[in-house]
């Protein structure tokens, strides 16, 4: 894999790093990649069982609930607040976007 | 008073609670001494809680009222990813410094409920990522059977937290074997349970799909006994297992074993971890359990599966830490930065590595040929599993391909790294239960582990299987 690459995986997942440890992970990638590719070869054997169906009948269902609260108003406002880095009057305070 | 903890287990404690030998206190008392003398060197313990007199005195009432059980005053220590309201949870990395839980567990409400003492938080690898708790953010935990050796990972301050007797048992995560084995490498039982069956709620995601909190104890019965106080629904994890639908309709044993021959000619096994498992078989043999070969052309696909999907849910699980709720933070002019800066300087080396894997495979042009791919392969593998327990009770295997190495042998080589859970990743592909239990020692007295896998639901079996085989070794 290329550095440049790297830096736009970087980029994408909001992760600021060096172009050392860039060019360190572009390295790593390859035989990695090589490693996980297997699967496309496992689809190849005989009588391989896949299902062709969605993937939501392999692992998932949906689970419902009544749309009602259950907490307490304000029951963990004090506790999530006091985690946070930077607060006014009640609110998280972030960075204008605009 | 002195208490022999080394041969202590919970049936044995709770009857000297009840007989009045010793109360919960002098017992909580000498495992903190255990810690003050021996945690400095082993770095096992992140943290020990303040509040475990608050803790005895309920544990105490609860004896007091009559409503103890098996695990009323059972001295444990938990993975530092399980959320403990108002204590520190940080899954040992930089980025959750400081961060304090809102709430509790699922798991951990359900042992306050019976009146465990929770003693402390152990070290593990950052978000769960390794397999020698050398990942850490804070420091190495050392194997207490050989300092200068791994402890294995990523529960591995849960594991010494128990083999130097810090704690009589302990919780830990396990993803693709991270409860197994560390469980091996320190002479321990560490069971993974069937995926649903133990609440995930409030435990600090790696991978949701594959993810599931297990004890770690010295023997199997310990083990069953904290398994079977935290197989419990809870409607605040979505794939916990309805209760009805966990019945066996037939619990039956046939005594007969699958060996997956092929899968153990692999490369990068020990030939001193094959020689044990033969070892390992013929105890099984001696004891009525009839071993057969089997078929499992797509088992071995498994770590390459789980190299796709782990590192895939990694990339949007982790996105949650974005230097704004909570933990650290980097103050910048723009928002971007923000995120970019606090992420890059609390994540750790192999998070960042591991998040950055998982947004190549789930990017535009890649997502079919790595994750749909995986999934499919899963799938497969899951079917393969289910048809071989047609045939036969449980597939046993070692638990790790190599013996405890040593610090920095393998961190700088992630396939080498990665090679750990060769084992022990098929369980979590497949959702079934799977345990590691001690098969005697080399030489230097470094431990092995058998690996016992079961079908979905049938932890009965591992610890039937177990038990037999504790007595042999």
Redesign the interface.
Known sequence: MKLEDVKKLAEMARIDMDEVEMGEIAKDFDPILAYVSQVQEALKLNNIQIHTGSQEDYFLNNVMRDDVITNQPGEYTEKILNNTPDTENGFLKVKQIL | MKIDLKNLNIEKTHKHFTDGDFTIRDLVNEYLDVIKEKNHDINAYLEVYDDIDIQIEKAEKIFKDGNATLMTGIPMAIKDNMLCV?HIAGASSKILD???A??DAGVIKQLKEQGVIILGRTNMDEFAMGSSTETSAYGNTKNPLDTSRVPGGSSGGAVSAVAMNGALASLGSDTGGSIRQPASFTGLVGLKPTYGTVSRSGIISMAS?LDQVGPIGKNVSDVEIIFNAINAYD?LD?TCIPLEKRKISNPTISKRLGIPREFLSGEGIDKEVLKNFEESCQKLKNVGYELVDVSL??IK?S???Y??IMPAEV?SNLARY??????L?EQ??????????S???G?G?EV??R???G??IL?HGYYD??YN????????I???LTNIFLNVDAIITPTSPCLPFKFNEKIKD??AM?MSDLFTVPANIA?IPAISIPSGKNSEGLPYGLHIMAPYLREDILFTIGKDFEKQV
């Not at chain 2, 791919?373 to 497969?380: D, F, H, L, S, W």
Request: no cysteine; glycine share 8%.
């Open positions: 108002d400081g961060y304090k809102t709430y799909s409607n979505s052309p797509l696909y770590l390459a599966v190299y796709i990339s974005d230097g704004i709720r909570y933990g933070s910048a002019d723009k928002l971007f930065d923000v995120y970019s800066r992420r890059g300087k994540f080396k960042r590595r998040i950055l894997l947004t190549y990017s040929a790595y791919t995986a999934i499919k392969v899963r799938g497969a899951k079917n393969e992630p396939i990665y959702d």
